[in-house]
Structures are given as structure tokens and as C-alpha cells.
């Protein structure tokens, strides 16, 4: 029997004869994780058991080690945390409905007990026990995000409007489907069903994501409202921008968007952990996650705006990561009705038939399902290349299911058995569905396991903030982290005088500033100022491997004895922000000598030259690299950060790694096998043949001894026994020699797949996260590039105590 937890295959159920009505206890289901790369989709009425089968395939992936995203419009996907290893009653309590207990006339406590012994069994009938839950529970964390409440973890997507990646830049077509559902998915939400071709509020809104993502520049909901007041441009296609847009009308829109983003109904928007996939598929130490976005609570509108905001950010995603043919991620979606319907194109639509087209070359595995298969875009459809159909209500949803089936198959280049389809459709019952794969050879019928988490039905926002509670608080570490408007972008620093709000004193013409003091200072202490040089200065790092591209602001701080040293800057140390400034203390405060050259203007341009040398030869660019997946962290990526990412990647290589060492020994152990086969068959016969031989042998004494009792023996009749004798003796030597045979034929196949175990263990060894070695890199600047700001004297605090000793204050 197949192993149920056998790597990358997800056991799903057990094989039916819908003729018999027999499951085969010794035939599972288990499906290719790979084979959803090419997605899947899963229809079935009420009562079919389309809940059960998603549940138990969000399982297996969590199991596998594969994250997934998990949209739930319903309240049913929450029971993914109801998983009970020790199986007691007092696990089951806080889930179950007691209107249920009480029509079945127990009481809550006994109905808990009941439905626990039900769960235990259920699960022990199916081959699964408290360990797999276990390893389920320890596999994937899981979690609930509710956007625009705080119930579960709440989401804001006030950051949703960033600028995407350069690879969705590059590609002009999905560019423009990023603006247009964006934009689509902004309006909706203001109640304005626009067609991004007529609409003037569309084309206008599209203008403004299409010059700010293209300049690089994010924007905020707070930054559209100002955009569309005060746009960056003068017109819009070939017409002036007042006679396409008048002021009066953007004002009108304007406020329309301002009002929703004051309204106290949006306020559970604006609060909350943002929403980045990254973060959503892998927590920081790279364990996967079950993220389970419930959008039971928001209304339609609410509803189609987050899904796009969310579909787009997966695509995005999606485009950083590297090419597999492995199962990177899952996102499923349940009761996809009404996001991608067949003939209306509501926001949801292009970038859910987007990820439906490409997602594949990434990993990336989509899920849909429904219960209403007439309310979905089959042409769409018809890049999944496995259905899961349970039974269907009317003869319409059939043919409709079955109009996607010829699409896919079409697709896939498989051929379709039409009328064995449709037969096999009716006979569906509950639990019992059918499997069609374009990557296998027939349709399979199947009964569907027992899913190891408690089906207590849809989650009320009560169920939703017990399970989160305690949780929530680690992705939201300021109580209050409600998301501000956001400013203006300033113009770029260019000189440090730029970050204070301090006066500027002169000295003979050089500007001055001061720095504040850390902390307030005992009174055991004095203050003392001692001057030093700051300057800013721009830094760009190119490099073309890895693909470098980073502009740097950095202050340059030094302080100064009395005497300057020909190299000014020697010694200093580099921040990336500038230090915080203050006004001038009192004239009456503690100050050491200037030496001379600082005190005298002329000096500082020097000084700004010799910055731009320094800056040259000291700074540089740290990357950290890991030659074994070929992959260079980005600017600003710590290395924690570095492997938290290369651990995806070192789990899909790892995966390839381990299948190349199984395919590579595969023949090799299937010869070994066959081998033993041969000399297990041989033995058999030869053991037989001897045993047989034994037993003439002891006929042919047995005879001997009773024609000697009677005096009948003869010379033939002991001639006969000593041949039978000599011939159970040859053929106790073949049948030993057959053994021994035999023997080393099974030690060298131990040999073997201890040599592939220990191939496999080095593999294991070489690309887990933790073990990847990782090198510095690091990228020179170019002089070219280098843009030096202003360099001033700055008054640096010290602490001096009693004895005289000084600290800096600083």
C-alpha cells in the first residue's frame, strides 16, 4: 500500500467503484503536488463534501510543507485550526453548536464526547491518527486576517498602492492590468461601476497610478487625493487635462475618496499588519503559513475591492521569485462566485485569468471552488488541469461543468470521453467525486478521506477573535498603529541642515549645528560642546551581477582636536540618517577650543572634496551570497532576511535535488529487486524440490523398515532408498546454494538504498537553510556617482565628570 505521507503527494481519499458502491480500503487517492501547478478547480452542490475534500487538500499542503493563501468569504476555512491531537471532548467543546446537542437530547458535554469518539474513529477508518495530527499542527502556522476588523489579524491595505516590481514594470501588458484592476478595485469601492475604456474617472485614475509607478513613487489612498486635486500632468491622451477632468469634477471625486477614507466604517482599514504575501506564506524564521483571509464580515463592494488589491499583490509576488516546476505556494479561493463570472468582467477577473495563465511558471498553484459551476468563466477555466466535480444539482450545472472539462482536455492536448463523463457525473454521491487530471491517463472516482480538523461549520467573529487572541498582538506591536495619511515625498536630502529646525549660527561665515544631548545627565556631570565636521553625500552602487541598482544617503560625522590632520576625514564614522539637531544652547554653555582651519570657510570646500574621496574609498555595498542557489541577497537585506527568503528556494532545490538522487538509483534498486525476485522464485522451487525429495525419501524408509519387519525385504528396495537418500542430499545443497543466493541479493539491495539514504542524508545536508553558506560581496561605488552635499561645523556633547574623564553625550 502507497505510503499516505509519501513526499509531495497529497492523499486525498480512496479509490470507488460507483458500479459496487465499494471504496477500496487499499487504494488511496494520493495526487501529485506538482500536478496543481497547473490548478485546480472543484465544484459540488451543498451536501457534496466540497468542503471536506478542500479542507483535506489545505492539509496536505500544509503537511508538505507548502503555504498557501486562503480566501474565505464564508467562515468555513477557519476550522483549519480546529485540529485536536489527543482528540478529548474538552478540545471539541468551545466548537460545537449546542442547538445540535440539544436536538439530539444531550447534553453539550456529552454531545462533545460523542462528537470526539465520532472524530476518533472517523480518522482511524481512513488510515490517519493523533501523529498525523500532530504533524499537521507543528508543519504550518496558521492563522486568521481579517481585513477591516480586528476579529482575526487585521490587514491594512493603505500600502496597496505601492509602485509594483521592476519585472511587472518591464512587462507592458501586465503593467496595464495592474493600473487597471488597481483602479477598478478603487472605484467599486466608491460604488462606480466604470468601464476602463469610457469611464473618465477610470482613464484619469489610470494616468495617475501609470506616472507615479513608472516614476518609482508609491502612493497611499491619502496620496490618490491629493493627485486627483493637483495632478502631475497637463493632459490626458491629446486634451487638456481641465477640459477632459474639470477642477470642480476631481474635486468631486476627490471628496468622494476622502470621505470613505474619514468615514468611521473604513476606519478598520486603516489599522493593521500590511498586507505583503511574502509574509503571509512564510513567518520569519521561514516556516510556512497557513494565512486564511476571512472576508465574511465586508460587504460586496468591500469584498471585490480587497480580493483585487490581493490577487495583484500575489501577481506581484509571484514575478520577484525564481522559475520551478515544483509547488511553491497554493492560493485558494472558496466560492469563487461572483469574482470570475463568464460574461461580466468585474475587477476581480483580470488578474484572477492573469494567475490562472502564468502562475505556473512560478510555482504557483491556484484553487477555486463553488457550488454555482453556471456562474463561472470556463473559457478562463480552461487552464486548470484538475477538476474535482462532486454531485450537481441541474442538468445545467452539468453541462456547463462539462463545457469546461472539453476546454481543459482541449488545453491539455488529452483526449475526453464525453458520454462516460456525463454518466459518471450522475452517479456521483456525497463524499464521492471524480478526478479528472490531464496529467494522468482516465478520470478516477474517489471517495474523499476524513478531514483530520474539526468541521464545526462556518466561524462567527466571536470563534475568529478566541482562536487569534494572543496571536494578534505579535503583527501588531503598537496598540495604536493606525496608518497616518502620508506627506508629500520631500525633494532629496541634500544637506543635513535639511533635517533641523535649528537655527543656523555663524562663525566667520560657516554654518553651524548642534547635536542633541542623548539623555538628560546626572547632576554629578558638566556639559561640554567639542567641534567636529558633518556632511551627507550620495552614494551609488551598479552593478550588473548580481543586479545591483542602489543609491545610498549617508552623514559623515568627525570630530576635531585642535589641530586638523591632512586627512580630515580619517577615523570618521558614517550613519544613514542624519543626527538629531537642536537649537543653540544657551551662550554661557561649556565649549572646547576651534582649532583654526575649522573656523575658516574657505576651508570647507576642501573638506567637501576630500568627503567625496572618502566616501570612495570607504564605502561599500555588503551583499551576502550563496553560491549553491546561485542567489545574492538585495540592498538593505540583512542576512536573517537573506536566508528567511533563500529558504523557499532551498526547499524547491532541495526537493529537485532529492527526486534527481530517487531517479537515479530508481533503476538500480528496481534491477536489485527484480533480482531478488528471480532468486526468491529459484529458492522457493528448490526448497520445494528438496522438501519433496525428503518426503520420498522417508516413504521409500518407511517401506525399507516394513519389508524388514516382514522379512520382505530385497536388494532393489535398499538400493532405492539410498538413491532417494542421495537425492534429497543433491537437492539440500541447490536449495541452500538458492539461498545463499538469495541472501547476498538482498544485502546488495540494503547496500543500495543505504547508499541512496546517505546520498539523499548529504543532499539534506547541503541545502538546508541553516546549513547554506553564505559569502560577503561587496560593491565598490562609482566616483562619478558620488554627490557630496554640504559639509558644517558641528558641536558634538560631552558628559564630563569630576576627574575630568569625557563621554560622549551624544
Same mark, same amino acid.
Do not use: H, Q
Given at each position: 500500500m502507497p505510503d499516505l505521507d509519501s513526499k509531495n503527494h497529497f492523499y486525498l481519499g480512496r479509490r470507488h467503484d460507483l458500479a459496487t458502491g465499494q471504496t477500496d480500503a487499499q487504494a488511496p487517492l494520493l495526487l501529485k503536488s506538482k500536478d496543481l501547478t497547473t490548478h485546480a478547480v472543484c465544484?459540488?452542490?451543498?451536501?457534496?463534501? &466540497?468542503?471536506? @475534500?478542500?479542507?483535506? #487538500? *489545505?492539509?496536505?499542503?500544509? +503537511?508538505?510543507?507548502?503555504?498557501?493563501?486562503?480566501?474565505?468569504? &464564508?467562515?468555513? @476555512?477557519?476550522?483549519? #485550526? *480546529?485540529?485536536?491531537?489527543? +482528540?478529548?471532548?474538552?478540545?471539541?467543546?468551545?466548537?460545537?453548536?449546542?442547538?445540535?446537542?440539544?436536538?439530539k437530547g444531550q447534553s453539550p458535554d456529552e454531545f462533545a464526547a460523542s462528537t470526539a469518539e465520532l472524530w476518533r474513529s472517523g480518522l482511524a477508518d481512513w488510515g490517519e491518527g493523533p501523529e498525523r495530527i500532530q504533524q499537521y499542527n507543528d508543519s504550518v502556522e496558521r492563522l486568521i486576517f481579517t481585513p477591516g476588523s480586528s476579529a482575526g489579524i487585521p490587514l491594512t491595505v493603505l500600502k496597496s498602492f505601492n509602485a509594483p516590481p521592476r519585472e511587472i514594470l518591464a512587462d507592458s501588458e501586465v503593467f496595464r492590468e495592474r493600473v487597471a484592476s488597481a483602479v477598478s478595485g478603487l472605484l467599486a469601492l466608491l460604488g462606480i461601476d466604470a468601464d476602463p475604456v469610457r469611464s473618465r474617472e477610470h482613464i484619469f485614475l489610470s494616468t495617475i497610478l501609470t506616472t507615479a509607478w513608472q516614476a518609482g513613487h508609491d502612493l497611499d489612498v491619502a496620496d490618490m487625493i491629493r493627485e486627483i486635486q493637483d495632478p502631475p500632468f497637463a493632459t490626458v491622451g491629446v486634451m487638456q487635462l481641465d477640459s477632459f477632468f474639470p477642477q470642480k469634477d476631481r474635486t468631486a471625486l476627490a471628496m468622494d475618496l476622502n470621505n470613505l477614507l474619514a468615514s468611521p466604517s473604513f476606519a478598520g482599514w486603516m489599522t493593521g499588519a500590511p498586507l505583503d504575501v511574502g509574509k503571509l506564506l512564510y513567518n520569519p524564521e521561514g516556516k510556512p503559513r497557513l494565512s486564511i483571509i476571512s472576508i465574511a464580515h465586508l460587504d460586496d463592494a468591500q469584498r471585490m475591492f480587497f480580493v483585487t488589491i490581493l490577487l495583484n499583490e500575489v501577481q506581484a509576488w509571484m514575478r520577484t521569485q525564481p522559475g520551478t516546476g515544483s509547488l511553491r505556494a497554493l492560493l485558494y479561493m472558496d466560492e469563487v462566485y461572483g469574482y470570475f463570472p463568464p460574461v461580466a468582467n468585474p475587477p476581480s477577473k483580470r488578474p484572477m485569468l492573469t494567475l490562472l495563465k502564468q502562475a505556473r511558471a512560478f510555482g504557483v498553484g491556484c484553487v477555486l471552488a463553488t457550488q454555482n459551476p453556471v456562474d463561472l468563466d470556463y473559457k478562463g477555466l480552461s487552464n486548470c488541469g484538475a477538476w474535482f466535480l462532486g454531485r450537481l444539482q441541474t442538468e445545467r450545472d452539468k453541462a456547463r461543468v462539462i463545457e469546461g472539462l472539453e476546454g481543459a482536455s482541449a488545453q491539455a492536448g488529452a483526449g475526453f470521453n464525453k458520454q462516460a463523463m456525463e454518466a459518471t457525473l450522475a452517479a456521483l454521491g456525497s463524499r464521492v467525486f471524480l478526478l479528472n487530471n490531464v496529467h494522468d491517463d482516465a478520470p478516477q472516482v474517489f471517495h474523499t478521506r476524513w478531514a483530520m480538523s474539526y468541521l464545526a461549520g462556518p466561524l462567527t467573529r466571536g470563534h475568529i477573535k478566541r482562536l487569534m487572541d494572543g496571536v494578534r498582538e505579535r503583527f501588531l506591536p503598537d496598540a495604536n498603529n493606525a496608518v497616518a495619511p502620508a506627506k508629500p515625498s520631500e525633494p532629496e536630502v541634500e544637506k543635513p541642515a535639511r533635517q533641523a529646525a535649528a537655527p543656523v549660527e555663524k562663525v566667520d561665515g560657516v554654518d553651524q549645528r548642534w547635536v542633541a544631548v542623548r539623555e538628560k545627565l546626572p547632576e554629578t556631570t558638566r556639559l561640554e560642546y567639542r567641534p567636529a565636521l558633518l556632511g551627507s553625500g550620495k552614494v551609488h552602487f551598479v552593478d550588473r551581477k548580481p543586479v545591483v541598482d542602489e543609491w545610498r544617503e549617508v552623514y559623515v560625522l568627525k570630530s576635531q582636536n585642535e589641530q586638523v590632520p591632512d586627512g580630515v576625514w580619517g577615523g570618521a564614522i558614517a550613519y544613514d540618517q542624519c543626527p538629531v539637531l537642536v537649537d543653540p544652547p544657551p551662550a554661557d554653555a561649556a565649549r572646547a577650543p576651534l582649532p583654526a582651519d575649522l573656523a575658516n570657510e574657505k576651508n570647507y570646500r576642501g573638506f567637501a572634496r576630500e568627503l567625496e574621496e572618502w566616501l570612495y574609498q570607504e564605502q561599500r555595498l555588503t551583499l551576502f551570497e550563496c553560491r549553491a542557489l546561485d542567489e545574492v541577497s538585495r540592498p538593505g537585506e540583512d542576512q536573517q532576511a537573506f536566508r528567511d527568503r533563500l529558504a523557499e528556494r532551498a526547499r524547491l532545490r532541495l526537493q529537485e535535488e532529492l527526486q534527481k538522487v530517487e531517479a537515479s538509483y530508481a533503476k538500480r534498486v528496481a534491477r536489485a529487486r527484480e533480482k531478488i525476485a528471480k532468486k526468491q522464485s529459484y529458492f522457493d522451487e528448490q526448497n520445494s524440490q528438496f522438501w519433496g525429495r525428503v518426503g520420498g525419501f522417508l516413504m521409500q524408509v518407511l517401506d525399507l523398515v516394513l519389508s524388514m519387519l516382514g522379512n520382505k525385504a530385497t536388494k532393489r528396495k535398499r538400493s532405492t532408498s539410498v538413491t532417494a537418500a542421495r537425492r534429497a542430499a543433491t537437492e539440500h545443497g541447490q536449495a541452500s546454494r538458492a539461498k545463499q543466493a538469495l541472501e547476498e541479493a538482498q544485502a546488495e539491495l540494503d547496500e543500495l538504498q543505504a547508499e541512496q539514504e546517505q546520498a539523499a542524508a548529504d543532499v539534506r545536508s547541503a541545502y538546508g537553510p541553516d546549513q547554506l553558506e553564505l559569502a560577503n560581496l561587496e560593491v565598490s561605488p562609482r566616483k562619478s556617482d558620488i554627490d557630496v552635499g554640504q559639509v558644517v561645523l558641528a558641536w558634538l556633547p560631552y558628559e564630563l565628570s569630576e576627574s575630568g574623564a569625557a563621554t560622549p553625550a551624544y
Open positions: 465544484v459540488g452542490m451543498t451536501g457534496s463534501g &466540497k468542503t471536506g @475534500l478542500c479542507l483535506s #487538500l *489545505l492539509e496536505e499542503a500544509a +503537511l508538505d510543507g507548502v503555504p498557501a493563501i486562503a480566501i474565505d468569504p &464564508k467562515g468555513d @476555512l477557519g476550522n483549519l #485550526l *480546529l485540529a485536536f491531537p489527543n +482528540l478529548a471532548p474538552e478540545d471539541f467543546r468551545p466548537w460545537i453548536d449546542e442547538s445540535v446537542a440539544a436536538r
